[in-house]
């Protein structure tokens, strides 16, 4: 039977920081904090490679682990730290005789604080061009068996992970005259573990996307998504409140997992009150339809849903045409453009009567900042990077949706227009202008909650029916939003029309052509509807 050393003594309190290992691969804040440990504490530096190179040249006395065990590094770095001497050093029980006696016996000299980050290994694979075998180096090895030792035995051992602990260890050390107390002991354990099952989990998913990632030699599997998940999700800020103000909110982001691209996530706010859940959840889908074209583009979400959007050869315009969409539902709305925020754009904006909430673009002019904090106390000003998020290399990316039990998984909805698929069921094609509307239409309508119709004409959102039990009440909505504006339109639907009820009240309102995806029983019908009234339709299939 093993012996329970975990209870043959009291926990230790105060321990003593005599002698600390540091092997980090982010330097940042390691010069500051060693020379603090060595200066103020006395306390000796082992260290590694690349880590102790950085301490020498910062001119800090630095003992090579190789001369702590005896043992040279070797295999190209792979083999440096797995040794007794410092597993020993780090799992030892201080206060056991048994312990003690190995100790001596072996030359082993204890470790009190351990400081490791690991190699970057999630930022390397989040890399488009990064190679298999260079992913592979970048699995530690020693890192997080260090890691596992010292969090174990934080009975006596103090272990770090991230330089934004530093100061905390130091405040620690100068409150306790060079010993670490208990309870921060625990705490960065705790952290430790959180760190080494997220290395994990990010090593398997990783793993896991090249075995089932088709290839040229390799028949698909019959699933593109992955047979298992892992989510590790660390909290990035609370926010004002959730839903709704009785309910608690927060943003989380996935541990060590850098946000590539245009996102709010790691947008940079320059003005106003701390975003709620609604904020967020809007903004992101503001900045996702604006990133559908090309051209200059504006959009204003409410609950989700676009209430105006618009494209135009300059952004004012397509601002102004955004909001001349839906003048009355924009109040208090979300505004998203695709491009940076000029003077005129923000003059454009801050000439408009109504409150906004949160204003997400690529980047403001100085003096179009300005303007906008001046106009508007409290409106968000977010600025998120220009450049688009990189193609999955392997799996597509995810869209999940937490049920009570379970979670539901999807592919993210990346597809944009295919036109290759396109059918033109109808008498009469499409002229090129009500080509180019029903373009802008059908991607405005990939963004409206189902069941959505979508009323659109010179690039510009005039009526949109979103989130209704039957599509025939989409369509009346769409029609009373767009008012007369609707006759000369283009109408989108973004599933097919069962029966030509809803065509024929689209035509009835002026639409000249229509686009949906097709295939009802009754298609036929919806066509027959189409033809009667000379105006063209295009089927999709998407």
């Given at each position: ?92 029980l201080r206060d056991d005789p048994e312990h003690a006696e190995a100790m001596n016996a072996h030359g082993i000299e204890a470790i009190d604080l351990v400081c ?56 620690d050390l100068r409150k306790h005259e060079g010993a670490t107390c208990a309870a921060h002991r625990r705490k960065s354990a705790l952290l430790a573990f959180e ?343 295009v089927r999709t299939g998407q």
């Open positions: 039977m093993t012996k329970d050393k975990s209870s043959a003594t009291p926990e230790t309190d105060l321990v003593p920081v005599r002698r600390a290992l540091l092997s980090v691969s982010d330097k940042a804040g390691l010069a500051e904090f060693a020379g603090a440990l060595h200066r103020e504490f006395g306390v000796e530096l082992v260290s590694t490679g690349g880590t102790a190179r950085a301490l020498r040249a910062a001119g800090l006395p630095v003992r090579d682990v190789s001369e702590l065990t005896g043992f040279p590094e070797m295999m190209d770095g792979r083999v440096k730290t797995l040794h007794p001497k410092v597993h020993g050093g780090l799992l030892a490791i980050n690991l190699y970057p290994f999630e930022s390397t694979v989040a890399r488009p061009d990064v190679s298999f075998a260079e992913a592979i180096e970048n699995i530690d090895i020693g890192g997080p068996s260090m890691i596992r030792s010292a969090a174990k035995n934080h009975r006596y051992v103090l272990v770090l992970t991230a330089p934004e602990q530093y100061e905390k260890a130091l405040g760190r080494t099952a997220a290395y994990d989990a990010a090593i398997s998913q990783y793993l896991r996307q090249q075995a089932e990632a088709p290839s040229a030699q390799t028949t698909p599997v019959a699933s593109p998504l992955p047979q298992s998940l892992r989510l590790d999700l660390v909290k990035k800020t609370d926010l004002r409140y959730g839903e709704n103000p009785h309910q608690a909110g927060a943003l989380y982001v996935d541990r060590g997992g850098a946000v590539a691209g245009a996102s709010v996530v790691s947008a940079r706010q320059h003005h106003g009150k701390a975003l709620s859940y609604i904020n967020l959840l809007d903004a992101d889908g503001a900045l996702a339809l604006v990133g559908e074209f090309d051209k200059p583009a504006a959009c204003i979400v409410k609950h989700v849903t676009p209430c105006g959007c618009a494209i135009a050869d300059d952004l004012p315009t397509a601002f102004r045409n955004a909001f001349a969409g839906d003048p009355l539902a924009a109040f208090g709305g979300i505004v998203a453009l695709n491009r940076p925020i000029d003077v005129a754009t923000a003059e454009a904006i801050v000439s408009i009567d109504k409150l906004l909430e949160v204003i997400v673009a690529p980047g403001y002019f100085p003096d179009a900042l300005s303007l906008l904090k001046t106009r508007w106390k409290n409106v968000r000003l977010l600025e998120v990077d220009a450049a688009a998020p990189p193609a999955a290399k392997d799996l597509p990316a995810l869209a999940m949706h937490r049920i009570s039990g379970g979670y539901l998984i999807q592919q993210r909805d990346d597809k944009g227009l295919n036109e290759a698929d396109w059918a033109i069921p109808t008498d009469r094609k499409p002229t090129e202008a009500e080509l180019a509307d029903l373009r802008f239409a059908w991607l405005v309508c990939k963004h409206v909650k189902s069941n959505a119709i979508v009323l659109a004409r010179n690039g510009m959102l005039l009526g949109a029916g979103a989130g209704q039990q039957d599509r025939v009440n989409a369509c009346r909505i769409a029609v009373a939003k767009a008012g007369e504006r609707a006759r000369g339109a283009v109408a989108a639907s973004d599933a097919f029309f069962p029966f030509p009820d809803g065509p024929e009240l689209l035509l009835g309102a002026g639409a000249t052509a229509i686009i949906h995806p097709g295939g009802s029983m009754n298609d036929g019908l919806s066509i027959a509807s189409v033809n009667s009234a000379k105006a063209a339709m």
